[in-house]
């Protein structure tokens, strides 16, 4: 009986736990979710707030920093592109590393070009 007791009271807990993780990812795909809708119309500087917090809340979610990262390219802001993007790069699968290099050069050669120009 007291067996039984302490598998009960284990599995709850687990099921709690899981169930808490479940919310948080969800809660930053959401976030992902709206930010990603607003990108997609153009309207980068009100999707960065989003994307922002989703990294925030999920901080291994590569792709939130990849499109926080390309808002700040879209809105010209390459110096804030940079840090999301590394991030991005370094949390990317072996596949995708290319596409994020690609957006770190742009990003760099964005904000040397905008220092030189006083941009």
């Known amino acids: 009986m007291v067996r039984l007791k302490v598998l009960v009271s284990v599995l709850v807990v687990f099921f709690l736990c899981s169930c808490a993780g479940m919310g948080i990812l969800s809660t930053a795909q959401s976030e992902f979710d709206s930010g990603y809708g607003l990108f997609s119309q153009g ?10 917090k989703a990294a925030e809340m999920e901080p291994t979610y590569g792709k939130a920093y990849l499109y926080l990262g390309r808002s700040y390219l879209a809105m010209g802001k390459f110096v804030e592109a940079i840090q ?31 220092s030189v120009f006083g941009r």
């Open 43 to 52: 309207k980068y500087e009100q999707a960065v707030p989003h994307f922002r």
């Open 84 to 114: 999301p993007l590394r991030t991005a790069y370094e949390l990317a699968p072996d596949e995708a590393k290319k596409e994020t290099f690609n957006l770190i050069l742009d990003a760099l050669i964005g904000s040397a070009i905008g």
